[in-house]
């Protein structure tokens, strides 16, 4: 409707008010000069970045299945997943996401989509552009029904730091968040994030966008019935429709005039929605014309002039229809059917009532038919029709009945369905346990054989190593022993020789005959000590007794007493416990202790410690002493056979002591360890079983229990 099919009175009157409203316009328009140019999304892309993604998504479309096109899509992030391609990046995701909601009759599309894009890391990409991803993600579970979830990570972008953050993506999770607010019923909270939008977007120059932020605040405003803030918002987004193309003003309109219609100012509410309707009339969209006629109607309704009101309802129910917007469509006829009620025209009120009727209870019965069968639904919209004739005592009569009859049939329903499920989950029960019970049958028969065969395989292999060892233990006590008889003459001779040479040459080749004893002694030492080594692995529950430390030390004490009382030195105990080893097991392991003690000990009073306790069924022996210390570097080497850390000229040895310690400890099921730093001397930890029978009979039967696989 234009103003030239009004009369010629409210063609002046709206004439006048027209005037006041261009002339205010002109005053906004002289101060919307200083408004800055729309600015561009930083991360948009050009035309020729778009046309190449428009290239990509129309190969990629073709493909089949949405698996496949996910894994194209991937392909093609790879590529462009640097700083300088995030335009093109931005534009591809949202072709992936695009990808995912033209399947939507597969219901797990959208969730593929989200994992497709967790699990991608973007390193390269730049903090604030990470964050921009993150905020393109949340906008899409936004628009694709998980308000609650993107508003969750909407507030998450918004409370990040502001170096971490674009300004734009910024403003634009405020405008999301203002639109999940909306939806969610939060309206103070949308107000809030709808005018930082407008105002983020509008110091950019963005006045598109900003204006859709005032737009939004001011219905916001309207629906919590704050007319005087709505006005003010919507009068902020009318300052900038002059940059703005006019097709993205015309909500702004509308909502302004129903703003302008609560605060009764109905002649100004009258021009806006006017000017909307002609804007959209001109783009033919069905739906906006229907909404603007029903505004226009609603605002000549409210002015009083109810006749006057018709054409625009029959419009707007005209277009509602069109844009099959049935609800709104009942809305109108309503309305419609109370303004012929006001102006007694009863019948056009009933025909009217009649098809909204129509048309809810068409609505009514597609609610039905998809939650019940189709006699169901007839028959509960004949006994509708039926309850239009009735009485109220009849009409509730009928409505007791029928939720008796929909609630007997939903109990039998409900028994069927659960006795169907309860014998389907028993049938499903029943199979899967015969087929875990076939299963487990089947991996204990392989597993029986496997170990069968690996038992027969161990004791091949333990025999050899039996064998093995049996041999290397013969030639290393052969070797020594047959090593001792030279090396016993070669001392000897060197002694006669040293004897029987008069005492002028002598002195001449003195130095000589020392240097050729001191190596044939230490090679003895050595042999002697290989020896020893070498019958260490002899079996150790045959030959164990009750032995004590405190006795163990004592005889050391005594065997060293000579050496003890030259160097002042101390041997001291602290606890004692008794042992079921191997005979002189403990003795070895204190003697090269205390002994290494007392070696490597450059103090004036060389002490050695020896701590006993008892915990459960093992005993630890720590030995302490204060001498030259170990670096922490050489803790493990020094329990290497032949390892020496000292020349001979400084300490003499032969770098097997430790390492029989470390064996005798490790074949008794015991371990031992060090502490110790450089000059602050050195900690031996020696923990050993109470009684090492116990140990060996462990042993033997978890041999015997791996060679029968039981």
Excluded at 254 to 262: D, F, Q, R, S
Excluded at 380 to 385: F, G
Excluded at 601 to 610: F, H, I, Y
């Amino acid at each position: 409707m234009t103003f030239t099919q009004l009369s010629p009175f409210d063609t002046k009157r709206l004439h006048a008010v027209a005037l006041r409203i261009l002339n205010a316009a002109l005053l906004i328009s002289c101060l919307s000069i200083a408004v800055p140019t729309i600015a561009a999304n930083p991360y948009q892309a050009d035309t020729t970045e778009q046309n190449l993604v428009e290239g990509l998504e129309e190969r990629i479309r073709q493909l089949p299945t949405l698996s496949e096109q996910l894994g194209a899509y991937r392909g093609v992030f790879n590529t462009y997943s640097t700083q300088a391609d995030f335009p093109i990046l931005c534009a591809l995701v949202r072709s992936a996401h695009n990808a995912a909601r033209r399947r939507k009759t597969d219901k797990s599309s959208l969730d593929s989509f989200n994992v497709f894009m967790h699990s991608f890391e973007f390193n390269e990409l730049s903090v604030r552009q990470r964050t921009h991803i993150d905020f393109l993600l949340a906008k899409f579970q936004a628009f694709d029904g998980g308000i609650n979830d993107a508003e969750k990570g909407l507030l998450g972008i918004l409370n990040l730091p502001a170096e971490n953050v674009h300004p734009f993506t910024l403003t634009s999770a405020h405008y999301m968040a203002a639109y999940c607010s909306y939806y969610t019923n939060q309206l103070e909270r949308s107000a809030y994030h709808a005018r930082k939008s407008a105002e983020g977007f509008l110091a950019m120059g963005d006045n598109r966008r900003a204006l859709e932020g005032f737009d939004g605040a001011s219905t916001t405003f309207f629906k919590l019935n704050q007319i005087d803030s709505a006005l003010y918002y919507g009068r902020k987004g009318l300052k900038l429709i002059k940059n703005v193309d006019e097709r993205y003003v015309t909500n702004l309109f509308l909502n302004y005039a129903e703003a302008l219609m609560g605060n009764m100012q109905v002649d100004s509410a009258f021009y806006y929605a006017n000017s909307a309707n002609e804007i959209i009339e001109r783009k033919g969209r069905a739906a906006g014309i229907a909404r603007a006629q029903l505004c226009l109607a609603n605002i000549t309704s409210l002015s009083g002039e109810k006749s006057r009101s018709i054409p625009y309802y029959m419009r707007a129910i005209k277009y509602f229809g069109v844009a099959k917007e049935q609800y709104h469509r009942v809305d109108a006829l309503d309305s419609l059917a109370k303004i012929h009620a006001a102006l007694g025209q009863f019948r056009s009120a009933y025909l009217v009532s009649k098809e909204g009727f129509a048309i809810r209870d068409s609505l009514r019965e597609d609610r039905l038919k998809k939650n019940a069968d189709k006699i169901v639904a007839e028959y509960q919209r004949d006994a509708l029709k039926k309850e239009l004739n009735a009485s109220e005592a009849d009409r509730a009569l009928a409505q007791a009945v029928l939720k008796r009859q929909e609630s007997e049939r939903l109990s039998m329903f409900g028994i069927v369905g659960f006795l169907l499920m309860f014998i389907i989950f028993i049938y499903y029960r029943a199979v899967t346990r015969k087929r875990l019970t076939r299963d487990l049958q089947a991996q204990v028969d392989e597993r029986t054989a496997v170990l069968v065969e690996n038992s027969e395989r161990l004791q091949v292999q333990a025999q050899r190593l039996k064998e093995s060892n049996a041999e290397l233990e013969r030639f290393a006590y052969i070797a020594s022993h047959d090593l001792k008889t030279p090396l016993r003459n070669v001392t000897s001779f060197l002694g006669l020789i040293e004897r029987r040479l008069p005492e002028q040459p002598r002195a001449l080749v003195q130095e000589y005959l020392n240097i050729a004893l001191a190596n044939a002694r230490q090679m003895h030492t050595l042999v002697t000590d290989v020896l020893e080594f070498s019958r260490l692995n002899a079996d150790v529950e045959d030959i164990s007794r009750d032995v004590r430390v405190s006795e163990t030390v004592d005889n050391i004490r005594d065997t060293m007493l000579s050496e003890l009382q030259d160097r002042n030195a101390v041997i001291t105990t602290e606890g004692d416990a008794k042992l079921v080893l191997p005979k002189g097991a403990l003795e070895q392991i204190l003697s090269n202790l205390v002994g290494n003690g007392l070696k490597y000990n450059e103090s004036k009073a060389p002490q050695v410690q020896v701590f006993t306790t008892v915990m459960d069924e093992r005993v630890r022996i720590t030995v302490r002493d204060n001498g030259i210390g170990i670096a922490p570097e050489y803790h493990e080497r020094i329990f290497e056979v032949f390892r020496r850390l000292h020349t001979m000229d400084k300490y003499k040895g032969t770098g097997v002591g430790l390492a029989s310690c470390r064996k005798v400890v490790l074949r008794l099921g015991g371990s031992i360890s060090i502490e110790s730093k450089v000059g602050e001397g050195s900690t031996f930890h020696v923990d050993l079983p109470k009684d090492v029978r116990m140990v060996s009979a462990s042993r033997r039967s978890l041999k015997k229990s791996v060679i029968t696989g039981k």
